[in-house]
T-cell receptor
Framework: AQRVTQPEKLLSVFKGAPVELKCNYSYSGSPELFWYVQYSRQRLQLLLRHISRESIKGFTADLNKGETSFHLKKPFAQEEDSAMYYCALGTDSWGKLQFGAGTQVVVTP | EAQVTQNPRYLITVTGKKLTVTCSQNMNHEYMSWYRQDPGLGLRQIYYSMNVEVTDKGDVPEGYKVSRKEKRNFPLILESPSPNQTSLYFC???????????FGSGTRLTVV
């Protein structure tokens, strides 16, 4: 069965420090991985998708199929990065998208 | 403006009283989905739809119904709500399956 694991519920970092959010997945097929962000009291927004290999707001994520991971990284955290981050796994082309439990990031000055 | 619109934003109801949460998108997306968000559990998919009249169960479909009679609308129906359905609900739509869902603003439902 497919599963998405985000081991950290809360990540507290200082402004300017690097931040890494861990995401591991379990799926026997070919996965599509995403990172979504939810700022306080706002809707979820797509941040990154592995297929596009882009960098958004300074964040990057690399799919490591060997380790079944899709960790999110940013070299220098900013206060506006404080939010809830969700890793998500798409397992077919039919719209089924499974989320992890989320990691709350708090960036302190 | 391209968007997913949910109504109502907030709803308090009593156990057993049928309710419908509406969802509409103006992007001509084929795929639509409903999620519930609970603390510590993240988002869990309730139902999703691949096109008009084509729907399938997500991970937590019990107690919910959906319909997709028109491409733009995907209402979520709770025939007999119970307190364990108190949650924050999100509707989402996508042009291509699980790729890049656009989410609505959410509906906070309280069942007493």
């Amino acid at each position: 069965a497919q599963r998405v694991t985000q081991p950290e519920k809360l990540l507290s970092v200082f402004k300017g420090a690097p931040v890494e959010l861990k995401c591991n997945y379990s799926y026997s097929g070919s996965p599509e991985l995403f990172w979504y962000v939810q700022y306080s009291r706002q809707r979820l927004q797509l941040l990154l998708r592995h297929i596009s290999r882009e960098s958004i707001k300074g964040f990057t994520a690399d799919l490591n199929k060997g380790e079944t991971s899709f960790h999110l990284k940013k070299p220098f955290a900013q206060e506006e990065d404080s939010a809830m981050y969700y890793c998500a796994l798409g397992t077919d082309s039919w719209g089924k998208l499974q989320f992890g439990a989320g990691t709350q990031v708090v960036v302190t000055p | 403006e391209a968007q997913v619109t949910q109504n109502p934003r907030y709803l308090i109801t009593v156990t057993g009283k049928k309710l419908t949460v509406t969802c509409s998108q103006n992007m001509n997306h084929e795929y639509m989905s409903w999620y519930r968000q609970d603390p510590g559990l993240g988002l869990r998919q309730i139902y999703y739809s691949m096109n008009v009249e084509v729907t399938d169960k997500g991970d937590v479909p019990e107690g919910y119904k959906v319909s997709r009679k028109e491409k733009r609308n995907f209402p979520l129906i709770l025939e007999s709500p119970s307190p364990n359905q108190t949650s924050l609900y999100f509707c989402a739509s996508s042009l291509k399956g699980a790729r890049g869902y656009t989410f609505g603003s959410g509906t906070r439902l309280t069942v007493v």
